[in-house]
Structure formats: C-alpha cells, structure tokens
C-alpha cells in the first residue's frame, strides 16, 4: 500500500490519507553513518525516508558530519504516532539530531538516554555560538539538495544564521523553511512516491530564499517568542478513533 498525505506545514501537520505499508524502509538501528536516537519508541520506519537518510549518511566524508543521528520518523503501519506527533504517518518525515554522531556506534542503553543538543541562544535571536558549526550548515544544506526532499523545517534562528552564512549559494535554501520549535533536530519532509497516485503534495515553495526580513522579521517579534498564555484553557484533544482516520486505515490494521 502505497504512502500518501493531506495537508500542508500547519501546527498540527498534514494528515494521513493512507497509512505505508507494514514495515516499509525500516531503518537499521545501527550503521556506520546513521544511528537511531531513542530505539525503543520503535518509530524508526519510513517509506522513502530511508533511502534519503543513506544518501545523507553517505556524504559524512563532504560535510564534515560524524554521522546521522535520527528521531521520528514514523510508526511500521502508519497512522498516528503514539507521541502525538502529527506530522509524522505515513513515512515520508524524519527528525535528524543536531547532535554529531559519537566516533564509535552507541549502545542501545546510551541511544536511550542521548538527548539532542539545543542549537539556539538562549534568547531565541540567533544561533549559540558555542554550539553552530560550519557542520551544521553543511548537512542541512546536503540535506535541502537532495531531489527527493520537498521541505526542511528548522527553527527560525537557523534559517537566520544559514541565510547569514551561506555565501553566494542561496539556491538550496528556498526548501529550508521557518517553524516553531526545530531547535534541536530538524525535520525533513519527502517528495511524494512518483507510484502513488493518492499521495498529495504541498505546494511548490515560494520562490526566493526566504531570508528578507520580510521572510523572517517576524519570527522575532515578542508576540511570537513570548506568546500570552491563552486565558482560554485549551480543550484535551480526544482520542482519535478509527472513524476519524481514512477508510485505507482499515485494511491495514485488520491484516495479518
């Protein structure tokens, strides 16, 4: 069953049409350029993602990046993830660390407990200088280059310092998007499989760079890095039932 979406980058994130195949791109818990983070969240599966975390991977030697270190990418059959995490059903998103890979492969125990490494300054305005490195950009720039890629979503003092820090070479850095949150791994997101017809893409991005201030300026307004708590209190969002999913859903959890 092939992957496909609904949907564009709102907060809740696109939603599953119908869910990947069980088991489809299950990536390796351990491998010379990629390790998982977290194993026993057991959301290490993507449709197209692995095949681009290879490729990734494989550029270590250009980028300068130890190695890939990888969140969510999502649940074996799809759907839902178990974290809530919307944005992450049906293979075709992966979260990777902006923690350089250790110089040897983790124990299952030590992936347990690595944490990522928060890149922002503290006062959410740019980059800590303590922690960005050239490495950083280059494997988000490699990341952004790669033709199956349709967005990158990293936190909106990223992209200040990749559009500060990019040179001449803007051309990759129309698919690096701004979003909240993204401040210790960024999230890529897949082209659509070119055989499933069902899968529906976003947009084309804008064009430009997306670095005028007219792009980013107001990221850093006090509104959006210091929001007033709603006065509202938010309603618990209801569990999602079976109904609420796509009819394909339930072809696959009723499989063997």
């Excluded at 922690?131 to 967005?151: F, L, S, Y």
Aim: net charge neutral.
């Amino acid at each position: 069953m092939s992957a496909s979406r609904e949907g564009g980058p709102d907060r809740r994130g696109p939603r599953m049409t119908e869910p990947v195949q069980d088991g489809a791109g299950s990536l390796p818990q351990g491998q010379a350029f990629h390790q998982r983070g977290v194993p026993s969240a057991g959301q290490a599966v993507g449709n197209l993602g692995s095949n681009f975390l290879e490729r990734l991977a494989n550029q270590a030697p250009k980028t300068h990046w130890r190695g890939l270190l990888v969140g969510d990418m999502s649940q074996p059959r799809g759907g839902p993830m178990r974290t809530g995490h919307a944005s992450h059903q049906v293979g075709l998103d992966a979260d990777i660390w902006l923690t350089p890979m250790p110089d040897r492969q983790l124990t299952r125990a030590e992936r347990e407990e690595t944490s990522a490494t928060m890149v922002v300054a503290e006062d959410r305005l740019d980059v800590d200088p303590n922690v960005w490195t050239p490495a950083h950009m280059a494997v988000i720039k490699a990341a952004a280059q790669d033709p199956e890629v349709a967005r990158i979503f990293v936190n909106p003092a990223i992209k200040k310092a990749l559009c500060r820090e990019a040179g001449t070479d803007h051309a990759w850095l129309s698919k690096v998007r701004p979003w909240w949150g993204h401040d210790y791994h960024f999230h890529v997101r897949i082209r659509c499989p070119t055989d499933s017809p069902d899968c529906k893409p976003q947009p084309p991005v804008d064009a430009g760079d997306g670095c005028t201030g007219e792009d980013l300026d107001h990221w850093f307004t006090d509104a959006i890095l210091h929001p007033k708590p709603s006065p509202v209190p938010p309603k618990p969002t209801p569990p999602i039932k079976m109904a609420d999913l796509p009819a394909a859903c339930r072809q696959v959890l009723l499989a063997p």
